[in-house]
């Protein structure tokens, strides 16, 4: 009797590029590669082959000059490389030149995070906030389709004779993130709601923002007592958390945890996010979150700030630089001076938290202070 044979499906070969761009004034290239690595790995890609490349410039076609195309070209034709991974945003018409030149698909940063956020995101707000997020990227690449998509569609029942095949595809994205944002108008309605519910309360509103895997869920985790899922991976918790916060027994107010930035956060998601980071707009305090272990946590901090001026976001702010018992000496880290009112912990120990803890123990909302104040005239 002849056996039956099972056949395992064929696993793409994936190539990753980390590339030293003109425009990245990181101070520490290899920890911004480390980073690249850690997207590939939040996204649970297998990649059987990396290059790590410096650029002194820009192809406007290629991204990649002349010569270093051709030694991937070479690189994917001897080790039959299926998919590509860049480490920086390209253009629509980047990807498809690069597509056709290494004949691999070709993905870039921005496609590498949605494809993260879409994995990860678990509330309905935070899928529909993603959903129209990959329609936006999806809409922006019909422009480096080929001459197929613009062949003209003359069927009955259409808009009519000459309609071209990208014009009805961005028109079906068009409708459908239409219809994604009036399901988010909705889900915003019920957060106004219960902000407004917060609000009326008078009771402060506290919000950890800052880089991704800074350690903003620990903290959220050792001040609320809650559970919250707190992994060593970028992006590990997308949707919007919202706890009560005691201090010495006294409810200090509600702690908001919001999702992690990122360098070169694809502009997407930032336009889809502004429902969320909205409640940045509320808040009486904000905790940004530095992992002062990380090599470059100073650009980790202009990041972070970028996008908070980018939202027109203006509130008091503490900086706390986190995950102190992972270097040797808190000394040695230059101009963190710069940086006040600050703290400095270790999140991952009750003794490590205390001094954010008694931060937040003497610590009152302006708005509060000022009414204390003018009681006292």
């Not at 509330?123 to 990227?137: D, F, N, P, R, S």
Request: proline share 3%; glycine share 4%; charged share 25%.
């Amino acid at each position: 009797m002849a056996h039956k044979k099972f056949y395992e499906p064929h696993l793409p070969k994936v190539m990753i590029i980390g590339v030293h761009a003109p425009y990245n004034h990181t101070k520490n290239i290899d920890s911004y590669f480390a980073e690249f690595l850690n997207l590939v790995k939040a996204n649970e890609v297998a990649y059987d082959d990396a290059q790590f490349i410096r650029l002194r410039e820009i192809d406007n076609a290629t991204f990649f000059t002349k010569g270093k195309v051709e030694e991937l070209i070479k690189i994917c034709k001897e080790k039959g490389i299926d998919h590509v991974i860049v480490s920086e945003p390209l253009t629509s018409v980047q990807e498809r030149n690069l597509t056709d030149l290494l004949t691999a698909k070709v993905f870039d940063r921005t496609a590498l995070i949605l494809d993260i956020f879409e994995k990860q995101a678990t509330t309905l707000e935070g899928k529909t906030q993603v959903a129209i997020a990959m329609l936006q990227y999806k809409k922006s690449r019909l422009a480096g389709k080929g001459v197929y998509m613009s062949q003209q569609a003359g069927f009955i029942g259409g808009r009519g004779l000459g309609e071209t095949a990208k014009e009805r595809e961005t028109r079906h994205i068009e409708n459908q993130i239409l219809k994604l944002r009036r399901e988010l108008e909705h889900q915003q309605e019920i957060r106004k709601t219960q902000r407004k519910r917060r609000l009326a309360t008078g009771i402060p509103m506290i919000c950890l923002v800052g880089y991704t895997n800074a350690g903003k869920s620990t903290i959220m985790n050792a001040l609320t007592k809650s559970d919250v899922l707190a992994e060593d991976k970028l992006f590990a918790t997308l949707d919007t958390t919202t706890r009560e916060m005691y201090i010495d027994h006294h409810k200090k107010g509600v702690l908001i945890d919001t999702v992690g930035f990122i360098q070169f956060l694809p502009p997407q998601l930032i336009d889809a996010f502004k429902s969320t980071l909205s409640e940045l707009q509320y808040a009486d305090l904000l905790l940004h979150v530095v992992d002062i272990s990380d090599p470059n946590w100073e650009s980790h901090i202009e990041a972070v700030l970028r996008i908070l001026a980018d939202l027109e976001v203006e509130k008091e702010m503490l900086f706390v630089f986190n995950k102190v018992d992972q270097i040797d000496n808190i000394d040695v880290v230059k101009d963190i001076h710069k940086y006040l009112p600050h703290v400095v912990i270790s999140a991952r120990s009750k003794d490590g938290i205390q001094p954010l803890v008694k931060f937040l123990a003497q610590w009152q909302p302006s708005r509060v202070a000022e009414h204390a104040t003018i009681q006292d005239l």
